[in-house]
């Protein structure tokens, strides 16, 4: 699987949009782009991915650049509650290991 | 059920001693994954399952490690002659149209 770069950490104020960057520049074209987060010492949970496409569910938008080689998460309206790990994970479409990275540690501030 | 159930949550061992985590995923989920996350760490994984197909174990550190899941349901990760480095959160994911769906995990101590 392709490698991802995140930054480590992050703030953002509650009530405004969180934009966070993943750079995956070594990405395949049968790759696709996935983001989970983790909240405290609780499991990580799905929040979206893609493939060329931009998506967008009831968690987030997900934008990926025409070159696919980076893409953003975005959370329209963080609350305290998004305070988590934000991990980029690239994941070829047949494989199904999910290799997670470091993470972003997202703080979201009132 | 609901969820990933997993067990025990907790279990504390002395070094030496063989360990099963047991894992239940969410009923029709085809695909198992288990995982193991140190403090602060992503988490790092271990083997996956279709089925009762074990598809790959390359994450298993070593052969005191195995897995199975005989009948495509419940999973058992065994730990043999358990080590203090193996001390640890071990998580198990079921699987359904690619997205995993984490348990609580069981957080092993080895004394």
């Known amino acids: 699987d392709a490698k991802t770069t995140q930054p480590p950490s992050m703030d953002c104020a509650e009530g405004r949009a969180a934009n966070l960057p993943c750079n995956h520049s070594t990405i395949s074209g049968n790759e696709y782009v996935y983001w989970y987060r983790q909240i405290h010492s609780q499991g990580p949970q799905y929040i979206i991915h893609g493939l060329k496409n931009n998506e967008t569910n009831e968690m987030a938008s997900l934008i990926i650049t025409e070159d696919r080689k980076s893409s953003t998460l975005i959370l329209p309206h963080a609350t305290l509650r998004d305070t988590a790990v934000y991990y980029c994970?690239?994941?070829?479409?047949?494989?199904?290991?999910?290799?997670f990275g470091a993470g972003t540690t997202v703080t979201v501030r009132a | 059920g609901a969820g990933v159930s997993q067990s025990p949550r907790y279990k504390v061992t002395k070094r030496g001693q063989d360990v099963a985590l047991r894992c239940d995923p969410i009923s029709g989920h085809v695909s198992l994954y288990w995982y193991r996350q140190a403090l602060g760490q992503g988490p790092e994984f271990l083997t996956y399952f279709n089925y009762e197909a074990q598809q790959d174990k390359s994450g298993l550190p070593n052969d005191r490690f195995s897995a199975e899941r005989p009948e495509g349901s419940i999973s058992t990760l065994t730990i043999q002659r358990t080590e203090q480095r193996d001390s640890a959160m071990y998580r198990c994911?079921?699987?359904?149209?690619?997205?995993?769906?984490f348990g609580s995990g069981t957080q092993l101590s080895v004394l």
């Open positions: 994911a079921s699987s359904l149209d690619r997205k995993l769906f």
């Open positions: 994970i690239v994941r070829v479409a047949d494989d199904y290991k999910l290799s």
